[in-house]
C-alpha cells in the first residue's frame, strides 16, 4: 500500500466514520456533557460519571472537525465550553476533576494532566469562536497554574492536593497545549512556558545513559528505579518526537533536540515494536525488558506521527505504523482500544478520549503529506 493511499484512508475514516458517529453518539445534548465511553455494540454508555480530561479533548476534536466542515461540530464546541465554565469550575480557581450525570462535581481534585486540556481547548476553540474572546480565559488558566502547581524542585505538581509519583507525561501534554495556545494567540508567555518545559526535559527527563525517558521520578525529579531500571513507555518515546519538532517550529534556536529525538525512536525501533505484530507494545524497562506486551490504540497513534516526522524517515516503518493503527479500527468509527500480549482485541467500549489521539495523529500526517 503507498502511504500517501493509507493516510487517505485513514483520514476518510476519520472525517466520514468517526467524527460523525461520536458527534451523533459522543455527546449527552440532553445534559450537557459527553459520554465516556461508546459500546461496540449499541453505541451506548454505561458510565455513570464524567472527567474533565473527556470534556476538554472532546472540545478539541470538534474543533478540528469544524475546521474541516463537519456540519454540528460548532454546537459541540460550544456545549464544550459550557460544560467548562459553568460546571466543571473549582470554586477556588482552576477545574474539578470528576462529575456525575448531572455535571455536578463528584471529585475536587485540580488535576495538572487535565488542565494541559483545558488549555488545549480553548486554544482549539479558535475554530468557532474569535480569539480575543478566549484568550483572557486561556492566560487566566496559565497564571492559575503557575500560581498554585509550581513543585519547588523543578516541573509542576501532579495535582492538588499532591499526589506521588511524579510523571513526565502531564508536563507533555502542558508543552502541546502552550504551544497550541502561542500558535493562536501569540503572547509570548506562552512560548517562554514552553521554552522552560523543553529545558526539564532536555536536562531532567531525558536519560542520555540508556537513551530512554522515564515515565515515573521522585519528589527531586529523580527516576524512580527498580533493580537499577525504569519504566518506559514507548508511545511517549514517540508523542516527545512530535512536541519537539513542533517546538522547534516556534523556537529553531534550540539545540540539541534532534539528538535527543532520534535516541528516542532508536529506543523505539530496538525495543517497543512487537517483532509479530509490528505495533507498538504498552511498557518496556530501560534495559529493553518487556514489562507489559499488551498494547493499546493511543502509542499506535503516536508513532504514527513519529514515524513521519523523524529524519531518519522510512516508507517502511511508515507503512507499518499505518497498518498497525489501521488493524485497531472498526469501519463504524469506533475502534478496538486495548489487544491482548497473545494479539486478540479485547472486547470493551471504545472511550471518548481516545479519539483526541486519533484526530491529532491523522490530521499530523495529512498536512505533512500536503
Known amino acids: 500500500m503507498d502511504n500517501a493511499v493509507g493516510v487517505a484512508q485513514l483520514s476518510r ?62 454546537e459541540a464546541v460550544h456545549l464544550g465550553l459550557r460544560f467548562l465554565e459553568r460546571h466543571a469550575m473549582h470554586p477556588e480557581g482552576g477545574f474539578a476533576w470528576r462529575f456525575d450525570l448531572d455535571n455536578a462535581p463528584i471529585d475536587f481534585t485540580r488535576d495538572f494532566y487535565d488542565h494541559a486540556f483545558v488549555l488545549l481547548a480553548l486554544a482549539s ?26 513543585h519547588p524542585h523543578g516541573g509542576y505538581l501532579e495535582s492538588l492536593p499532591h499526589v506521588k509519583p511524579r510523571r513526565q507525561n502531564p508536563h507533555m501534554h502542558f508543552l502541546e497545549a502552550l504551544l497550541a495556545a ?35 521520578f521522585d519528589e527531586a525529579l529523580k527516576p524512580v528505579r527498580e533493580n537499577g531500571v525504569f519504566l518506559v513507555e514507548p508511545g511517549h518515546h514517540c508523542e516527545w518526537v512530535w512536541l519537539l519538532h513542533r517546538f522547534q517550529f516556534f523556537s529553531p534556536q534550540q539545540a540539541n533536540l534532534q539528538d535527543i529525538s532520534n535516541c528516542l525512536m532508536i529506543f523505539v525501533d530496538r525495543f517497543g515494536v512487537d517483532a509479530e505484530r509490528g505495533d507498538l507494545i504498552d511498557a518496556i524497562d530501560s534495559a529493553g525488558t518487556a514489562i507489559q506486551k499488551t498494547a493499546r490504540l493511543w502509542p499506535q497513534t503516536e508513532r504514527l506521527k513519529a514515524e513521519f516526522l523523524r529524519s531518519d524517515k522510512n516508507a517502511a516503518k511508515q ?3 499505518i497498518e498497525s493503527l489501521m488493524a485497531y479500527l472498526r469501519s463504524d468509527g469506533l475502534w478496538h482500544e486495548r489487544r491482548s500480549a497473545e494479539g486478540i482485541f ?25
Open 182 to 216: 502561542y500558535e493562536v494567540f501569540g503572547d509570548t508567555i506562552f512560548i517562554e512556558r514552553a521554552k522552560t518545559l523543553v529545558d526539564v526535559f532536555a536536562g531532567r527527563f531525558f536519560d542520555p545513559t540508556s537513551g530512554a525517558l522515564p515515565e515515573y
Open 346 to 370: 479485547i472486547d470493551q467500549p471504545a472511550p471518548a478520549s481516545s479519539l483526541y489521539h486519533l484526530t491529532a495523529a491523522i490530521l499530523t500526517v495529512e498536512r505533512l503529506l500536503q
Open 319 to 321: 507503512q507499518q505504523s
Open 13 to 74: 475514516w476519520l472525517r466520514e466514520a468517526a467524527w460523525p458517529v461520536w458527534l451523533a453518539h459522543g455527546v449527552d445534548r440532553a445534559r450537557g456533557g459527553f459520554f465516556e465511553a461508546l459500546d461496540l455494540h449499541g453505541k451506548t454508555c454505561s458510565a455513570d460519571f464524567r472527567r474533565l480530561r473527556v470534556a476538554a479533548r472532546q472540545t478539541y476534536v470538534f474543533s478540528q472537525a469544524h475546521r474541516t466542515g463537519l456540519t454540528g461540530a460548532d
Open 125 to 150: 476553540a479558535t475554530a468557532v469562536l474569535p480569539a480575543e474572546h478566549l484568550r483572557p480565559r486561556a492566560l487566566a488558566l496559565l497564571d492559575w497554574i503557575e500560581t498554585h502547581l509550581p
